[in-house]
Antibody
Framework: EVQLVQSGGGLVQPGGSLRLSCAASGFIFSSYEMNWVRQVPGKGLEWVSYISISGSTTYYADSVKGRFTMSRDNAKNSVYLQMNSLRAEDTAVYYC??????????????????WGQGTLVTVSS | SYELTQSPSVSVSPGQTARITCSGDALPKQYTHWYQQKPGQAPVVVIYKNNERPSGIPERFSGSTSGTTVTLTISGVQAEDEADYYCQSVDSSGTYRVFGGGTKLTVL
């Protein structure tokens, strides 16, 4: 079964740090691009970050650039989101999501599928 | 920053057709994907690459494009289709992923 299982999250004070993890199973993890997406409860989806299959390329939303770092460990079939200098407005449910399947020559798009179960990050004193 | 625009809400009666639109300047050049999200659940892709339907998604879900607007059509809406729907694409450079604001589909 293709699956993404998230861990981490919780309550953190403003200015603090937190690391989210996302463990993949059921597919060749090293061939897929990955993303993090967040959602303030009751609000819409916001894309947060992207990482290429090798991990050499990352992109970030302006709202988190310079504070969040996305990484991956293909040997552990896992992707991570290191969140520093957290603010109240970072409070949200965070999802990891699988993106395109890539070979050495091209990538095949199928949307973000699947998604992790989501983990709540609350930034509050 | 690049934005995708969706109408906030759509209401239809069971059996009718629901059309949810998403507008963005780069949509003629970039693929759009559609997601369904029910309360307390992670989103699920219902249409990818403008008009492709994943396995397991009912045939009543379809997608189309016209210029800078893409449309998700749900034919013969059922009560179980009541959910929030989001379009997702990338900017003109293909770098930044972006979601529309979401459309709440209400089945009357």
């Amino acid at each position: 079964e293709v699956q993404l299982v998230q861990s981490g999250g919780g309550l953190v004070q403003p200015g603090g740090s937190l690391r989210l993890s996302c463990a993949a199973s059921g597919f060749i993890f090293s061939s897929y691009e990955m993303n993090w997406v967040r959602q303030v409860p009751g609000k819409g989806l916001e894309w947060v970050s992207y990482i290429s299959i090798s991990g050499s390329t990352t992109y970030y939303a302006d709202s988190v650039k310079g504070r969040f770092t996305m990484s991956r460990d293909n040997a552990k079939n896992s992707v991570y989101l290191q969140m520093n200098s957290l603010r109240a407005e970072d409070t949200a449910v965070y999802y990891c999501a699988r993106d395109a399947y890539c070979t050495t020559t091209s990538c095949s798009l199928r949307g973000f599928d699947p998604w992790g179960q989501g983990t709540l990050v609350t930034v509050s004193s | 920053s690049y934005e995708l625009t969706q109408s906030p809400s759509v209401s239809v009666s069971p059996g009718q057709t629901a059309r949810i639109t998403c507008s963005g300047d780069a949509l003629p050049k970039q693929y759009t994907h559609w997601y369904q999200q029910k309360p307390g659940q992670a989103p699920v892709v219902v249409i990818y690459k403008n008009n492709e339907r994943p396995s397991g998604i009912p045939e009543r879900f379809s997608g189309s494009t016209s210029g800078t607007t893409v449309t998700l059509t749900i034919s013969g809406v059922q009560a179980e289709d009541e959910a929030d729907y989001y379009c997702q694409s990338v900017d003109s450079s293909g770098t930044y992923r972006v979601f529309g604001g979401g459309t709440k589909l209400t089945v009357l």
